[in-house]
Structures are given as structure tokens and as C-alpha cells.
């Protein structure tokens, strides 16, 4: 199979980006597949050029947004796209996860992994996305969204409270606020990533996640942190951040439901071939949803592989089923 796996770009994700991509190379190439690699805003790379920007690591903290570009694609990206059998998306947040590389590939006929257009743009929109799953009986955490324009009137719930952009990933730009002198703060921090703000009661209690694959549930993960309450973009990405759990050491019938819960959250927001949902469970037993990633991490420890891991589907396994599971669609 010829693939064309597509990373990089300028959101503020592009080392989480590159991280998966040099290693869905990897997994790709030991089946024997050619993959070739393309930067979404530069086009395709030469091989000495892929193996030199797939060599960094994940920076320990998000880059400081920057204005944002006027062309986020190359201007001949597409074309040299054409005739490969599938495009595989090593893309995370900005452009290449809210709908916009989805709708490009489509309207020219490339098969690409991972959901489409319209259910990317929706995932992505927090606010929009948590209004399809209360629609769907899937308890979400309350929340209120702040325009541009919009004041910070009374919240209809009590403190503590998360602050984050409404359309990012990877918990950036996302702040846990006890204190209501603090929240101002926190929204302004949320709006040098956007100007949309999401503002969600906080849930104490455990976190899990849960891969979804062709319409079904994978292993449930639980993410344990030490000294912190949220599982924040340090705790992701660096050595010791976080204890990753897979499978969850959880009674069946809290698997069976949280399992249960991830399907429907994928179906309620029409995603494609996979995808990964996040939940808290309180200490009252109640589960909350609290985001679905249409384009979830793809390096080997990331949680989607390793909740595929855990249901007996390999690394190298699980990225050439995306890749059939696309080339099918």
C-alpha cells in the first residue's frame, strides 16, 4: 500500500504531530508498506528531510501562539497527494483537526484516515460537540461558553472550575481555577489560543479513557496523577507526567459502562473509524464525559494505541487497520 502520511503544520500541536508520525513511519514500513512523508504547510519531504524533523522530541511546553498563518496547507499539496492509496492524518489540533485538511482531501477524492469533515469541525467545537452529547443522554460536565464580547457574569455553578480554549487540543491553554479572583486570569490565558472560551465544572475524582476502533470499544485506560489534579499538557507528554493504566484495574460492570458510554459518544458526534473519549468518574459514581479526540496521539505509548494495545491489536497492526479501514470508506 502507498501511504501518504501527512504531519506537521503550524498548530500549536506540531510536536505531538511529528511524534506520531515518525513512529506510524516506522510501524508502516516494518509491514512493508511505502510511506512517504508530506509537512501539511511545506509539501513533500525529501527523505533526509523527514528523518531530520522526525528526530525531535515533544517540547515540554506548548509554543506561544503566534498570529496565525495565511496558508496553513502547501499550495501543492493536493497534487502531489494525487494516486497514493491512502493519506494517513499524523495531525493534531488546528487546521488539521477541525475539518479543514478533511474537506480539502475530499473534495479532491483522497481517502484519509480518521473522521470526516463535518464530524472533525464538530468534535473539535467543545461547545458544540458537549450539545450533541447532552442531546445523546451522555452526561456531560455543565459548562457556559464566553463569546469574544461576552462578560464574565456569575457562573451557574460553584468553583472549582476548568478555563480552556473552546477549539484546542492536548489540554492547551487550559487552566483547573479554585478561587474565583482567579478566573479572569485563566480566561485570559484561554484567549491567546482562542477567542472562544469554554468554562466547564470541575470533576475530582478518576480519569479514564477509551479507544473506539471500526465501532468498537477497545481497553478502558485509567491516567493516575501524582501531586496534580488534571492531566495537563506536561503530564502528557513528558517522562513521569503521568501513570497510564491499561487495562484499567476497574469492577466489569464500570468497564462495561464506560465502554458503553465511548461508543455512544463516537456514534452521538458521527465520527469515523476511531477515535478516543475521555471520561471522569466521581466519587458518587457518576461518569461524565468530558471530550471525544478524533485525531488522538499516534506514537506507540499514546493512549489510543495503548488502549488497542491492551485489546490485543499491536502498534504496527492497529495503524495499518486505520489505514484499511480508510482506504475502504
Not at 25 to 48: N, Q, T, W, Y
Not at 106 to 112: C, D, M
Not at 245 to 261: G, M, Q, T
Request: charged share 25%; net charge negative.
Amino acid at each position: 500500500m502507498r501511504v501518504a502520511l501527512l504531519f506537521g503544520g503550524v498548530s500549536a500541536e506540531r510536536d505531538v504531530s511529528v511524534a506520531s508520525a515518525a513512529q506510524v513511519m516506522a510501524a508502516l514500513r516494518e509491514l512493508g508498506h511505502r510511506v512517504e512523508a508530506f509537512d501539511i504547510a511545506k509539501g513533500r519531504l525529501s527523505p533526509a528531510d523527514a528523518e531530520r524533523v522526525m528526530r525531535a522530541k515533544v517540547a515540554p511546553a506548548p509554543p506561544d501562539p503566534v498570529r496565525p498563518p495565511t496558508t496553513v496547507v502547501a499550495p501543492r499539496l493536493v497534487e502531489e497527494l494525487l494516486g497514493v492509496d491512502v493519506v494517513f492524518l499524523a495531525l493534531h489540533g488546528g487546521a488539521g483537526e477541525d475539518g479543514v485538511v478533511q474537506a480539502i482531501l475530499g473534495s479532491a477524492g483522497l481517502p484519509y484516515t480518521g473522521s470526516r469533515h463535518l464530524a472533525s469541525a464538530v468534535a473539535m467545537d467543545k461547545d458544540i460537540a458537549k450539545r450533541l452529547l447532552s442531546t445523546s443522554g451522555i452526561p456531560t460536565p455543565e459548562w457556559v461558553l464566553l463569546r469574544p464580547n461576552d462578560d464574565l457574569d456569575d457562573l451557574p455553578f460553584d468553583s472549582p472550575v476548568i478555563v480552556k480554549p473552546n477549539a484546542q487540543g492536548s489540554s492547551i491553554g487550559l487552566t483547573l481555577v479554585k478561587d474565583r479572583e482567579d478566573l479572569s486570569e485563566a480566561v485570559r490565558a484561554a484567549r491567546r489560543r482562542d477567542a472562544d472560551v469554554l468554562i466547564e465544572r470541575f470533576v475530582p475524582g478518576r480519569e479514564f479513557v477509551v479507544g473506539v476502533l471500526d465501532g468498537r470499544a477497545l481497553a478502558v485506560g485509567e491516567i493516575r496523577m501524582e501531586g496534580q489534579e488534571i492531566f495537563d499538557y506536561e503530564a502528557k507528554y513528558q517522562v513521569g507526567g503521568a501513570l497510564e493504566i491499561f487495562p484499567a484495574d476497574i469492577p466489569a460492570a464500570l468497564d462495561d459502562e464506560l465502554r458503553s458510554l465511548a461508543v455512544r459518544a463516537h456514534e452521538s458526534l458521527r465520527l469515523g473509524s476511531y477515535s478516543r473519549v475521555d471520561f471522569r468518574a466521581d466519587d458518587n459514581g457518576g461518569i461524565w464525559c468530558l471530550e471525544a479526540n478524533t485525531l488522538p496521539g499516534m506514537t506507540a505509548t499514546s493512549l489510543f494505541p495503548q488502549s488497542a494495545q491492551a485489546a490485543g491489536i499491536p502498534f504496527p497492526e492497529l495503524c495499518e487497520r486505520i489505514c484499511l479501514l480508510a482506504a475502504r470508506s
